[in-house]
Nanobody, 125 residues
């Protein structure tokens, strides 16, 4: 069992930055592929970013590419999402997800078995 806890959300002005963290317990994330997804009220959950293993790579949704950066610190068993130049349309609940053997597409939520509780990001315009 992998437990994921997101943190770092909050209220930020448009153009500002936030750094989200996803801390894992129960198992090491060293061998897991990780994803960040977000969901705004009344909307579908959408892919934001992923960092995969075998092959090791990072991926981003077109809407955040160039502004967001996903990274991991294996020593801390934590995955991060650095969000810069935030826009009002970035406001959502952000979820961290993990999958040991990523057989599905990294951008599909059902490819991941483990999820955090989410952290709210609000962007004031």
């Amino acid at each position: 069992q992998v437990q994921l806890v997101e943190s770092g959300g909050g209220l930020v002005q448009g153009g500002g930055s936030l750094r989200l963290s996803c801390a894992a317990s129960g198992r090491t994330l060293r061998s897991y592929s990780m994803g960040w997804f977000r969901q705004a009220p009344g909307e579908e959950r959408e892919f934001v970013a992923a960092i995969t293993r075998n092959p090791e790579a990072t991926y981003y949704a077109d809407s955040v590419k160039g502004r967001f950066t996903i990274s991991r610190d294996d020593a801390k068993n934590t995955v991060y999402l650095q969000m810069n130049t935030l826009k009002p349309e970035d406001a959502a609940v952000y979820y961290c997800a993990a999958e040991f053997l990523l057989r599905g597409a990294y951008y599909l939520s059902h490819s991941y078995d483990y999820w955090g509780q989410g952290t709210q990001v609000t962007v004031a315009s």
